[in-house]
């Protein structure tokens, strides 16, 4: 038996070993430091305020991202992808989804009391609170947004896609099965990104800290990467169109595993967004209040619960 090569698969190969493939790609897809991931299952995930709400994040938005991977990969069986893989494409893809990250940033922060999106039948009671500006000032990032941005995410084109659209679903034996590459792919991922949206959400509600202060900070957190990693994507995008050299600059090292063979762009966004904008807020917030907690307590040296800052400021939504 041949055995699998996930850094460069040869076409010809058998149709188990091409489905097998498939799967290990998307884990390995789902591990390591994926711009089309990492910062949107961090940031609805943390925001959740919830390990089982985090797991949802991670599972919904994985299964719209699988959804879309089945699409292409069947276009690909037909040789009908080419018309997405145009050179400049991962830079409106950037675009689109910076966009995206940032509205769920507005969503999360007062200005969502204005600005406002219903994916489903409008609830009028939550719309006329939208209008009036009664909502509550912080909200918990909703699965369908979770939903919307795995759909979009899956539009990138780096060497796990081409691998996928070029080698694994042409050597699928009919149209009927075109589209189970992609689809292994991306339950290969999404068993990755469940257990990662599971630990990001156990995160935030596993600070030392009072339950309304630890909420708050994971909203923070999760509005700051949305809001400000939308930017930082979309200004991604608008160098990947505007100056292509030098978005193609990256570091080459020895590991052959994709998206850490070269570093360039798409790792700098991922660590942007989850390391610096994300951790950074979560750390500095923390041991703000942590200050604040130490300044309000009592002759005992314990919290004073009546006069703690965060007592009312924030109930996370952890249904």
Same mark, same amino acid.
């Given at each position: 038996m041949t055995p699998l090569n996930l850094w460069s698969p040869q076409a010809g190969m058998p149709i188990l070993a091409?489905?097998?493939?498939?799967?290990?790609?998307?884990?390995?897809?789902?591990?390591?430091?994926?711009?089309?991931?990492?910062p949107i299952t961090f940031s609805y995930a943390i925001g959740s305020y919830s390990a089982r709400r985090g797991f949802l994040v991670g599972l919904v938005f994985s299964l719209a991202f699988t959804l879309q991977r089945s699409l292409m990969s069947e276009l !690909?069986?037909?040789?009908?992808?080419?018309?997405?893989?145009?050179?400049?494409?991962?830079?409106?893809?950037?675009?689109?989804?910076?966009? !995206?990250?940032?509205?769920?940033?507005?969503?999360?922060?007062?200005? %969502?009391?204005?600005?406002?999106?219903?994916?489903?039948?409008?609830?009028s009671s939550h719309h006329q609170a939208a209008v009036a500006g009664t909502m509550p000032e912080d909200q918990t990032p909703t699965l369908k947004m979770a939903a919307v941005h795995g759909f979009i995410a899956g539009f990138g084109f780096g060497a796990f896609a081409m691998i996928i659209y070029t080698v694994l679903?042409?050597?699928?034996?009919?149209? *009927? !099965?075109? *589209?189970l590459p992609g689809f292994l792919f991306g339950l290969g991922t999404t068993t990755v990104q469940i257990l990662a949206g599971l630990a990001f959400g156990q995160m935030s509600h596993s600070l030392r800290l009072p339950p309304e202060a630890a909420a708050r900070i994971a909203g923070l957190t999760a509005g700051r990467s949305l809001t400000w990693g939308g930017l930082v994507f979309f200004l991604g995008g608008i160098m990947q169109l505007l100056v292509p050299s030098l978005a193609k600059l990256h570091i080459v090292t020895p590991l052959k595993i994709h998206n850490l063979h070269e570093l360039g762009l798409p790792f700098v966004l991922v660590i942007t967004v989850v390391l610096f904008i994300? %951790?950074?807020?979560?750390? !500095?917030?923390t041991r703000r209040v942590m200050r604040t907690i130490a300044g309000n307590a009592g002759p005992s040296g314990k919290e004073d619960s009546q006069n703690c800052p965060y007592r009312h400021e924030y109930h996370a939504d952890q249904r």
């Open positions: 091409a489905l097998t493939t498939s799967y290990l790609l998307g884990v390995v897809h789902g591990i390591t430091p994926d711009e089309h991931t990492w !690909a069986y037909f040789s009908l992808v080419r018309i997405f893989t145009f050179p400049k494409v991962e830079g409106f893809v950037y675009i689109v989804v910076g966009v !995206a990250m940032a509205v769920g940033g507005l969503y999360i922060f007062r200005s %969502g009391n204005v600005f406002h999106i219903h994916f489903g039948r409008i609830d679903a042409p050597a699928m034996p009919g149209p *009927w !099965a075109g *589209w994300g %951790g950074g807020t979560m750390v !500095a917030e």
